[in-house]
């Protein structure tokens, strides 16, 4: 699997997110690449229903989905919950994420999965 792991901050604010939110409920955290720059990915968390094809990752209380394609560039990610001077909501920490910056988003092979994750979940 791919080692996504939510801080308890981030359980915490999920599961309060679900409680305020009517919208939310019975809705799982889907984490998903929002986009990519010179510095790397940007990345995106809400809440959806799961798709055909998700990887579900079980954490405590809170189940969190993510799409095939995304999943290979998240591997090992750590979701945490910030609110202090960057702003309030969920913060994706990737140790992986200095290998996938600059010239090797040129890469045709990697431009074709990039561009078929790189979309906000329906």
Request: aromatic content about 10%; overall charge negative; glycine content about 10%.
């Amino acid at each position: 699997m791919t080692g996504i792991r939510l801080t308890d901050r981030a359980i915490e604010a999920a599961l309060e997110l679900q409680r305020e939110n009517a919208e939310f409920h019975g809705c799982i955290l889907r984490l998903y690449i929002d986009g990519k720059g010179c510095d790397g990915f940007y990345y995106g968390v809400t809440f959806s229903d799961p798709a055909e094809g998700d990887i579900v990752v079980l954490d405590g209380p809170i189940s969190v989905a993510i799409d095939q394609n995304s999943a290979e560039f998240m591997a090992d990610s750590l979701v945490d919950w910030v609110d202090d001077a960057r702003g309030k909501g969920f913060l994706v920490e990737n140790p992986n994420h200095s290998k996938f910056r600059g010239k090797f988003f040129k890469r045709q092979s990697w431009q074709q999965k990039l561009s078929s994750s790189s979309r906000l979940p329906v």
